[in-house]
């Protein structure tokens, strides 16, 4: 168990609509990251969060959106979903001190149908 | 562009013998390097990294080898147990300090320990 907690385990949803993906980091950890891993693509950075600021881009795309809130849980928003879509999104935190090793969560299975 | 390359994605090894994981990048920026396993239904989970100033680092069973010229890393498991049998992802990284920043991952090696 990483101690960082992921909800929901699995969401089914029709494309166009908008779902929220949420993420508590392990305790003390100040950065959460969220990635993607599609079949196709592997495991894929999104954004991070460092103590409430966005630090971090990856391949976000416009559609989705984060933010991480002064308790430190992050939620990830995922609108006008497509069938592309489809994928496990995983959530990452990292303390301070440990500044490369990030550890994961379980993933929450999207399936846009 | 495919920064961190796997290019194995299967490995099959008897188990008490070396397991010999490889992984190339192109990007000369990366300064830290990982690997992580993963279990189906799991979120990876750590397992060993090693900074660019390094060309070895050992933790128990496990030793990561880094080339800097060559830009390969090596993951190397004495002796594979059965419960090593999983998908291990080679990640690396642009860490500006104070904080890193996302992974990049290459596709991973789905390692299988025969018994």
């Known amino acids: 168990d990483s101690g960082v907690t992921q909800t929901p385990k699995h969401l089914i949803t029709a494309t166009g609509q908008r779902v929220t993906l949420r993420c508590s980091p392990r305790?003390?950890?100040?950065?959460v990251y969220w990635y993607q891993q599609s079949l196709d693509q592997g495991l894929q950075f999104l954004i991070q969060y460092y103590n409430g600021e966005e630090r971090a881009k990856g391949n976000i795309l416009e559609r989705f959106s984060a933010q991480q809130f002064p308790d430190l849980h992050s939620e990830l928003n995922l609108s006008s979903l497509e069938l592309g879509d489809s994928a496990l999104y995983f959530c990452?935190?990292?303390?301070?001190?440990?500044?490369?090793?990030?550890?994961f969560g379980p993933g929450t299975r999207l399936t846009v149908t | 562009d495919q920064q961190v390359k796997q290019n194995s994605p299967s490995l099959s090894v008897q188990e008490g013998r070396i397991s010999i994981l490889n992984c190339d990048y192109t990007n000369s920026m990366f300064d830290y390097f990982l690997w992580y396993k993963k279990y189906p239904a799991e979120g990876p989970t750590f397992l060993i990294s090693i900074s660019s100033i390094k060309d070895k680092n050992e933790d128990g069973r496990f030793t990561v080898f880094l080339n800097k010229s060559a830009k390969h890393l090596s993951l190397h498991i004495v002796p594979s147990q059965p419960g090593d049998s999983a998908v291990y992802f080679c990640a690396a990284s642009q860490g500006s300090g104070g904080g890193a920043d996302g992974l990049t991952f290459g596709k991973g090696t789905h390692l299988i320990i025969q018994p």
């Open positions: 305790s003390g950890d100040l950065s």
């Open positions: 990452a935190s990292s303390s301070g001190a440990d500044l490369y090793e990030q550890y």
